[in-house]
């Protein structure tokens, strides 16, 4: 029973492809809003309209699939790479949060530096590889392991487009 998919799967999936694409779409309009900045000044406007929207869909909808996914009362057991998955992103979200103080405080520049690519963007790119794998093998699961590895994706999403209309 644990390696079959249960039907709540199907729409988790859908939900997933939905973000999926999405995502695509967000990250082609990313590379591009630098290209055509000249169309919207300021040029905020141009990321939130090349970017901010796809971003947003895919966000929405990869939180729609983990809780369309998530499992019935009993099961609590997931995949090692989910539980990898969320580890990773609540340690970027952790290392997002010092970044955000260290840009408020006086801090030596390489510690910031350290900081935001170690402790944020490393372990945000590796949340994202570990979530894209649990989605992988929580496809046949029918424990956490999918919406886990969702909400991990999900996470590293709503921290690039936090971090982009930021900057």
Do not use: K, N
């Not at 309209?49 to 990869?62: I, M, N, R």
């Not at 952790?94 to 530096?113: M, N």
Request: charge should be neutral.
């Amino acid at each position: 029973m644990r390696d079959q998919a249960f039907p709540g799967h199907r729409s988790a999936m859908r939900w997933g492809w939905i973000g999926a694409g999405a995502a695509f779409a967000s990250a082609i309009g990313y590379a591009l809003q630098h290209e055509l900045s000249y169309v919207s000044r300021p040029a905020w406007i141009g990321e939130i309209e090349f970017y901010g929207v796809f971003a947003g869909l895919a966000f929405v909808a990869l939180v729609a699939g983990a809780v369309t996914a998530w499992p019935t009362r009993g099961e609590r057991h997931a995949s090692p790479w989910a539980w990898a998955a969320v580890a990773a992103a609540v340690v970027s979200a952790l290392g997002y949060i010092v970044q955000t103080i260290f840009d408020h405080v006086l801090v030596p520049p390489t510690l910031a530096r350290d900081e935001f690519y170690g402790a944020f963007i490393g372990v945000g790119c590796l949340a994202l590889l570990t979530g894209a794998i649990a989605c992988f093998v929580g496809r046949r699961r029918t424990d956490l392991t999918l919406s886990l590895g969702f909400i991990a994706v999900a996470y590293v999403l709503f921290a690039q487009l936090t971090q982009s209309l930021w900057d």
